[in-house]
Every structure is written in C-alpha cells, then in structure tokens.
C-alpha cells in the first residue's frame, strides 16, 4: 500500500478565513499543524512562527518576502488563503520563492459574487436616493429624482472573471454596457458590449467600474481629465486604481466615489470625504466565499503533494 504523502509540518503565519471543517482537513496533510489567530508583528515574528515548517499558509494581510523566508531553510510550499493574479502583485516574493524551488499557490474567484451584489447595492441606493449616509445624513439621488439603470451608460475597466460578472447583471437590468480591457473579448461582443480605448471609455460613461488587480494603476491625471465631472466612480479592487493628486482634485468636483474597503480607497483621510461612500468592509468576504475559499485551499494542498 502506498504511503500516503503529507507534509511534516503545516503553519497558518495568520488568520487564513478557513472553515471549521476545512481546518480540521489541514490534518491530514501534515504531522503537526499551526494555525495562528493573530498577526504576526513583523519579519523577525514570520520567521519565528514558520521555524522548521516545510509548509506555510497565509492570507493577504501579511507580506511574506525575502528577509523571513532566508531563515527558514525547511520551506518547499507556501499556499496563499487569498486571490494570486501575478508575481507582481501577490503579498509572496514569488520570484525569491521560484529561487529556492518554493512551490506558490493562490486562488481566485471565491469571493466575485458578494462584490456584484454590492454593485448593484450601492448603484440602486445612489439613482434612487436610498438610505443613509455613515455620517446619517440622507443620501441624495444622484440626479436629483429616482432614475433606473434602464440606459444607464456604464464602463467597466478590466473586463475579467469579476468584471464581466458585473457587466453581465447590470446589463440585465438595462445598462448599456461598454469596457477596458487588454484585448477585445469575443464573448462580451456577442453580449453586445463594445470595446473602448480607456479615454474613450471614461468620458462616454456616466458611471466607471474599475475591477483591476492589486497595485494596478490606469487612472493618471490624463484620464481624470477625460473622466471629467458629475461621474460615478466604483474601486472594486484591493488597492486605488488611481494616482493620489488627480484623484484629489477630481473627488471634490460633482463626483461620486464608492469602494467597499479602506484598501480600495487607499486614503482613510476620505473617509470623511463627503463625496466618497466606502463601506469600510470586504464585500467579498460572505458565508459562501469562506467555503469557496476553504475548497480551493485544499484542492491546491492535495494537488502539490499527489505532484511530490
């Protein structure tokens, strides 16, 4: 009979979103397993939790980099709890890793559906004059009376798995879609969205959806220029899609702009902004993203090591 392979020692460096069942499961990949409930302080701490793990977990919340991983000489797997899009923006020093034959795994698409939904929340609320502000102060519609999404002219830039999700419910209801993206999707055409160059893009829409990865930057002062005044502004994404002066200028015109997270506004200063609505949480974090989320974490645990 085969010996079955497993790790000989599994760390979670931090609070990595699993399920009870899912943690449970850790057990049968690995001799001993840790799982930590806090952050870890800094480089030294990292260090200190993984010690002699052969395998590590972690979530987006803490960077693991160079200087921790060079004292931890067992290390042949790091599975990241979170979304993995490119070397260039994951919180792992990916190309440190591929040096040492450090295996990197990372999931996506666990947590699309809580962000639509919050789209479509946070739009319905801004047209029609829903509810209220953090602050209690009654929200506005945005012009003036209650309007529908029926003809609505929206932008989506980046038209990946979240961004076409988007654009696929909004449509729905009656928004006229058009998007941003690398290159012309054939499938978006048959839906009838149209492709725009991202200029064209931002000043032919009322409202704009940026659904970018981390640390991807497109919104410069050229295309706030072209974005222009009485928009709608969405941040999808982890971190601002914009650099920080145009941004500035263009939120104090008649603008609006909604993020779920601080990360996405990248700037607590605005919290108070009264043109800016963020939630302050992670739309995507629901019930059903953790068990998403706990499945492919496992799935890529059981693939590494029926590869060993």
């Given at each position: 009979?085969?010996?079955?392979?497993?790790?000989?020692?599994?760390?979670?460096?931090?609070?990595?979103?699993?399920?009870?069942?899912?943690?449970?499961?850790?057990?049968?990949?690995?001799?001993?397993?840790?799982?930590?409930?806090?952050?870890?302080?800094?480089?030294?701490?990292?260090?200190?939790?993984?010690?002699?793990?052969?395998?590590?977990?972690?979530?987006?919340?803490?960077?693991?980099?160079?200087?921790?991983?060079?004292?931890?000489?067992?290390?042949?797997?790091?599975?990241?709890?979170?979304?993995?899009?490119?070397?260039?923006?994951?919180?792992?020093?990916?190309a440190?890793a591929?040096?040492r034959?450090?295996?990197?795994?990372?999931?996506?698409?666990?947590?699309?559906?809580?962000?639509?939904?919050?789209?479509?929340?946070?739009?319905?609320?801004?047209?029609?004059?829903?509810g209220?502000?953090?602050?209690?102060?009654?929200?506005?519609?945005?012009?003036?009376?209650?309007?529908?999404?029926?003809?609505?002219?929206?932008?989506?830039?980046?038209?990946?798995?979240?961004?076409?999700?988007?654009?696929?419910?909004?449509?729905?209801?009656?928004?006229?879609?058009?998007?941003?993206?690398?290159?012309?999707?054939?499938?978006?055409?048959?839906?009838?969205?149209?492709?725009?160059?991202?200029?064209?893009?931002?000043?032919?829409?009322?409202v704009?959806?940026?659904?970018?990865?981390?640390?991807?930057?497109?919104?410069?002062?050229?295309?706030?220029?072209?974005?222009?005044?009485?928009?709608?502004?969405?941040?999808?994404?982890?971190?601002?899609?914009?650099?920080?002066?145009?941004?500035n200028?263009?939120?104090?015109?008649?603008?609006?702009?909604?993020?779920?997270?601080?990360?996405?506004?990248?700037?607590?200063?605005?919290?108070?902004?009264?043109?800016?609505?963020?939630?302050?949480?992670?739309?995507?974090?629901?019930?059903?993203?953790?068990?998403?989320?706990?499945?492919?974490?496992?799935?890529?645990?059981?693939?590494?090591?029926?590869?060993?």
């Amino acid at each position: 009979m085969q010996k079955k392979l497993m790790f000989k020692k599994l760390v979670a460096i931090e609070p990595i979103g699993l399920v009870p069942s899912a943690e449970d499961q850790l057990k049968d990949f690995a001799t001993e397993v840790i799982l930590h409930d806090n952050l870890p302080s800094g480089n030294e701490e990292i260090a200190a939790r993984i010690g002699d793990a052969d395998a590590v977990l972690l979530s987006y919340t803490t960077y693991l980099g160079a200087e921790a991983l060079e004292k931890c000489a067992h290390v042949k797997y790091i599975g990241m709890c979170c979304s993995l899009y490119s070397p260039e923006s994951a919180n792992v020093d990916i190309a440190y890793a591929k040096k040492r034959g450090i295996t990197v795994t990372g999931i996506r698409d666990y947590g699309d559906e809580g962000v639509v939904e919050y789209v479509i929340s946070e739009l319905v609320r801004c047209l029609h004059g829903f509810g209220h502000k953090a602050d209690g102060s009654k929200i506005v519609a945005w012009s003036g009376e209650p309007r529908e999404m029926t003809e609505l002219k929206v932008g989506i830039i980046g038209l990946g798995k979240l961004g076409g999700m988007i654009a696929d419910a909004l449509h729905f209801l009656g928004a006229d879609i058009s998007y941003f993206s690398r290159s012309e999707k054939q499938e978006a055409h048959n839906k009838g969205y149209r492709f725009k160059v991202l200029n064209e893009l931002l000043t032919s829409n009322e409202v704009v959806i940026s659904c970018l990865n981390k640390n991807t930057v497109l919104l410069h002062k050229e295309q706030f220029q072209h974005l222009g005044n009485n928009k709608i502004l969405f941040n999808v994404g982890l971190s601002p899609a914009w650099d920080a002066a145009p941004f500035n200028t263009w939120i104090n015109g008649d603008n609006r702009l909604y993020c779920d997270s601080n990360g996405a506004l990248g700037n607590d200063d605005f919290l108070e902004h009264p043109n800016v609505y963020c939630m302050g949480v992670s739309s995507g974090r629901t019930r059903e993203a953790f068990v998403r989320l706990s499945e492919k974490v496992l799935s890529n645990i059981s693939d590494h090591l029926k590869r060993r």
